[in-house]
């Protein structure tokens, strides 16, 4: 008889022993932080964007010489300033004759269109019917 009694007593004080180790008052701590984000634009990358009009030739000052002049149009969004203009002499299938590039020009081109003028010399040749104008940006 003493087994039976000792049995329950065991029991119920092990449910004590537990009740009190997970039944104990827990606290919880909501933490809640905040971002301030501020949203910028981000500009459009500066561009160089030159195109050249009006392209046609004059007569040279020497003989044996013509002028290739030129109106260069710069629709980027920053002035550009040493351009180099290279001028291509073209046969009438295409074929590239001969080219020529113009010292860096002195004067700056001012952004969202400015303007200039250019002049090449090149050789008077017969075989040349056109010319194709390149700008070269620093």
Do not use: K, W
Request: include cysteine.
């Amino acid at each position: 008889m003493r087994t039976q009694r000792i049995v329950p007593m065991l029991l119920v004080a092990s449910v004590a022993v537990l009740g009190v180790a997970c039944g104990g008052s827990r606290e919880s701590q909501v933490v809640r932080t905040s971002r301030t984000v501020v949203q910028q634009p981000v500009p459009e990358p500066r561009m160089t964007d030159i195109s050249i009009y009006g392209l046609h030739e004059q007569p040279g000052a020497a003989s044996g010489q013509v002028n290739v002049v030129g109106t260069i149009v710069n629709h980027g969004d920053r002035p550009v300033s040493q351009l180099r203009i290279r001028v291509d002499s073209l046969d009438q299938t295409g074929r590239l004759v001969r080219s020529v590039d113009t010292p860096p020009l002195e004067q700056t081109i001012g952004a969202n269109g400015g303007t200039a003028t250019f002049q090449a010399t090149v050789p008077d040749d017969p075989t040349v019917t056109t010319y194709h104008a390149v700008a070269i940006a620093r």
